[in-house]
């Protein structure tokens, strides 16, 4: 596709944008302890500037520090000293063609009192939800004050260089407590009517104005529907009355997002939900307002990115994890090369590891998002040496990748007729094919370099020696965990991957061992078919060590079948048409009928297979699930960093 309508030049304001395509904020934790901006941070948006992005929105930029931290690592520009290191952040994105606007934001009722070490401020004295703290409500004089942080903060943007600001009114932060009817019950002009809930952003905008002119742009970003069936929370017709209440106070862009602090789902989804699940939304604004809008739409791709933009639904397409997935988008994108695009695989391991664990972000298919001043240089030493790797699944074909652009001759040796490798597993349950397209993405990257891929054909020391490589990356990765237990053996026993793969087909009453990701998926498709399922794991609760989000989207569609649950239960033994299980906490047994069982105990690396190599070259790399098994963003990682620091 030529892409007519996503690199055609738009206009915000003043501002004119080389294409179509706009980065979301989302947050990274990569500002230092005091909200400034780092040299990796910097090298972060810098490499989605060079990737051809028209205009980059960076992520929430606190106003306020005294009130409002939301993590330890919040970007900042509440005080002067954060002017001069957010200039060198907007100088690297202008390097590219690249505008860049600040969202500017107050957490209200979000933020976190531990690192403040007040009570948060709001509308009202309302929880944000269950189990939070009550905030305060702001007197009138707090609002004055707050209004001028942001106001005060728009002016540091302005003079750090930036093209535009965005004010934060999305996602249960201050502004969207403010819309709110749910937690704005003030019964002054700042509560009640419309008019009244957007008198605190509309003082805002023309504090800006005064102090900025009329030319410097001013967008806001807002839940378009907030998709929370509670009393009180934004639908859809709340949010156009605000929009064009917010149009009258002379605002030039509205970007539309979706959900709400009690409903993240819809602003940032799990891989069950499809492009353009929610663009309703976004063409009801379009149609109704007279300034552009920007949307997100679980954009994955420019071909969809483009059809949204001729449908008429946005004017400007918001790229959030595609950005993550493969900077490079819209470069690839115009030069005809959008089958090497890695397409983001709604895994949501970015906000794990964000909101979860409190880490930088990361993205599972993309080994250096974050990490850009770290891998900042690929070297092109290879000079056409024989490097080997074995196996194609995501971490060998990562290494081949990054080996083949380092101008190694690259062969790769897998067993099977066709690359992917544990992605031909998973991408088997229900709405996986986004895997599949990571598969064959993968595999169009290190055709396009030349690697040689021998299909069909079992590395052995023998075959690979007689290459005489410089070095060898070992990715053969790992196969079911089957514990030696009574029963293990019988016809009526499987693992997951045979079900998912279709080599075996329980029936009757089926017990499932274990309840990680796969295991769980794996009870999913039996469910489907209408089977009876028990679901036994050890732990306290289904689902150890998945990511809330995936575990509850996963655990909607399970939990409906009403499938038997024994969690807090361990395997003893099983029998022709039952399975002996033990309670953890009195050890107690329970016998449970099973005509099938499927076990989900997770997977070992292939570890005689792997050290079978090392005696082929000095330099062996053994990665992804043949070290240990692990998840995609492991594999990834590590067959990238191998070949990365592969000797040549």
């Known amino acids: 596709m030529s892409y007519d309508k996503l690199f055609e030049k738009g206009r915000i304001g003043t501002l004119v944008l080389k294409n179509r395509g706009i980065m979301m904020p989302m947050a990274t934790d990569l500002a230092d302890k005091n909200g400034i901006v780092t040299p990796r941070q910097i ?12 205009m980059i929105i960076n992520e929430y930029t606190g106003v306020d520090d005294v009130d409002s931290i939301p993590s330890i ?3 900042r520009i509440a005080r002067d000293y954060h002017i001069s290191e957010m200039e060198k952040l907007t100088d690297a994105v202008h390097l590219y063609g690249c505008k860049i606007a600040a969202q500017i934001h107050h957490g209200g009722a979000t933020s976190n009192p531990n690192f403040t070490g007040r009570q948060n401020l709001a509308p009202s004295a309302v929880p944000i939800a269950d189990g939070r703290p009550v905030p305060k409500e702001m007197t009138l004089e707090d609002i004055k004050r707050v209004e001028q942080k942001f106001i005060d903060a728009a002016v540091r943007c302005q003079k750090a260089g930036y093209d535009a600001v965005e004010l934060h009114g999305a996602h249960g932060y201050l502004i969207a407590q403010f819309f709110s009817k749910y937690y704005n019950r003030r019964t002054d002009a700042y509560g009640g009517s419309v008019e009244n809930r ?10 800006i104005r005064a102090k900025l002119g009329s030319r410097f742009p001013i967008i806001v970003r807002m839940c378009g529907d907030e998709m929370t069936p509670v009393d009180g929370f934004l639908t859809l017709e709340d949010g156009l009355e605000i929009a064009k209440y917010l149009e009258s106070c002379g605002i030039d862009a509205i970007n539309i997002s979706n959900g709400s602090a009690r409903n993240g789902d819809a602003n940032c989804e799990p891989f069950s939900y499809q492009s353009g699940w929610k663009k309703h939304v976004a063409k009801a604004y379009k149609e109704a307002l007279h300034i552009p809008v920007i949307a997100t739409n679980t954009i994955k791709d420019p071909d969809f990115a483009e059809s949204l933009l ?17 900077p490079d988008f819209m470069n690839k994108a115009k030069t005809d090369h959008a089958d090497e ?4 695989i709604g895994c949501l391991y970015c906000r794990e590891r964000v909101l979860g664990q409190g880490l930088p972000i990361r993205c599972a298919i993309n080994a250096r998002t974050a990490r850009e001043d770290v891998f900042s240089h690929i070297r092109r030493d290879g000079a056409g040496k024989t490097a080997v790797v074995v196996g194609g699944g995501p971490a060998g074909m990562e290494a081949a990748r990054v080996l083949a652009l380092r101008q190694f001759h690259v062969v790769l040796f897998e067993k099977e007729t066709k690359l992917g490798g544990t992605l031909n597993v998973a991408d088997k349950p229900a709405f996986k094919d986004k895997l599949t397209r990571l598969s064959e993405t993968m595999e169009t990257q290190i055709r396009h370099l030349g690697v040689e891929v021998r299909l069909g054909t079992a590395a052995t020391p023998e075959l690979v020696s007689a290459l005489n490589p410089v070095g060898i990356v070992v990715a053969c990765g790992a ?32 017990a499932v061992i274990g309840s990680g990701l796969t295991g769980l998926e794996t009870s999913e498709m039996l469910l489907s078919r209408g089977l009876s399922v028990s679901i036994i794991e050890m732990a306290p609760d289904m689902g150890p060590g998945i ?18 649950v024994y969690t807090g239960h361990k395997l003893l033994s099983i029998e022709e048409k039952t399975v002996t299980l033990e309670k953890t906490d009195d050890h107690s047994t329970v016998v449970l009928p099973a005509d099938s069982v499927v076990l989900a105990l997770g997977v070992r690396p292939r570890s005689a297979l792997a050290e079978s190599f090392e005696s082929c070259c000095p330099q062996v790399h053994i990665v992804g699930d043949a070290r240990k098994g692990g998840r995609i963003a492991t594999a990834v990682r590590e067959g990238f960093e191998a070949a990365y620091v592969f000797e040549a």
């Open 43 to 54: 090298c972060y948006y810098q490499e989605r500037a060079k990737g051809g992005i028209g």
């Open 73 to 75: 690592h919040n970007l």
């Open 198 to 207: 957007c008198r605190f952003i509309a003082e805002i905008i023309a504090g």
């Open 310 to 326: 001729e449908e008429g639904v946005c004017d400007f397409v918001g790229l959030g994890r595609s950005q993550l997935a493969d």
């Open 341 to 344: 695009i890695r397409k983001c």
């Open 479 to 510: 196969e079911p965990v089957i514990p030696p237990l009574p029963g293990m053996q019988q016809n009526h026993v499987c693992t997951a991957e045979d079900v998912l793969t279709g080599k075996a087909n329980p029936t009757g009453q089926v």
């Open 547 to 564: 990511f809330g989000a995936i575990r509850n989207d996963e655990l909607s569609r399970i939990l409906p079948h009403n499938p038997g």
